[in-house]
């Protein structure tokens, strides 16, 4: 839905722009009717809250973004929220990598599979000891264990793209969780991770790259080279 919004923000074309509200009622559908599917089986898991405020409260001391010398301020609402968002993500992205990595044919493709479970896993422990460390839940609903089964459902193609992109966007929502973050230590630590990210989405794109799977989107005409075929 997010990216729906963003494209459709992006278009100036009636057309384009109808299109991508139609697409974002239809997700907005889908997500209803996951929520409440996952409601009526009991297995929806809701993230941390906390009490209602009873008045205004207004920032008096520098030290309310500091977080690494000290006493640590306790966490603010979108703190926890990004927190535990991206606890869920990469916890169902170490499940579906999991499954990715013993089924992908190419060894390259199944070791970088591995790799990003890894990686998502290592990020799933760092959230979560944050969210202990301040007596907030962090259970995840993607803990069932991943099928003992080898044949894949997707080329190995696919699952790259797929997990190049899934990450891309990731990478993207770190970005966001800094934007709504004040405590310096939360920030350094979704730097810290989204240079991590950064570097597997690279390796993946190269890997899309030597196997001749990556098709290059549009680009702007480069005039420079135009002028020097032109004399050739």
């Known amino acids: 839905m997010q990216m729906y919004a963003q494209g459709k923000a992006l278009c100036a074309r009636k057309d384009i ?14 997500h209803d009717k996951a929520v409440d599917l996952l409601e009526s ?29 000290g006493k640590q301020r306790p966490l603010l609402s979108l703190e926890i929220a990004n927190l535990y968002a991206n606890l869920q993500r990469n916890a169902l992205g170490a499940n579906y990598l999991t499954g990715f990595s013993q089924v992908a044919k190419s060894k390259q493709v199944q070791q970088y599979m591995t790799r990003g479970k ?6 799933v422990q760092i959230f979560t000891t944050k ?23 997707f080329s190995d193609k696919l699952m790259l793209f797929q997990v190049t992109t899934t990450n891309s966007v990731g990478l993207a929502y770190y970005g966001t969780s800094i934007s709504t973050t004040f405590r310096r230590d939360l920030a350094a630590i979704y730097v810290r991770l989204m240079g991590e990210i950064g570097k597997y989405i690279e390796d ?19 005039h420079d080279q135009l002028a020097k075929d032109g004399k050739m």
């Open 17 to 30: 722009r109808d299109y991508f509200s139609e697409c974002l009622i239809e997700s907005d559908k889908l």
């Open 41 to 69: 089986k009991g297995i929806y898991t809701r993230s941390p809250y906390i009490d209602t405020p009873d008045q205004v409260y207004y920032v008096t001391k520098q030290n309310f973004m500091s977080g690494w010398i």
């Open 118 to 123: 890894e990686i998502a896993a290592k990020h």
């Open 131 to 153: 969210l202990q460390k301040h007596q907030l839940p962090a259970s995840t609903v993607w803990e069932d264990p991943v099928t003992d089964s080898t044949v894949a459902p």
């Open 204 to 222: 993946g794109g190269n890997l899309l790259i030597e196997n001749g799977w990556m098709e290059e989107p549009p680009r702007m005409i480069d």
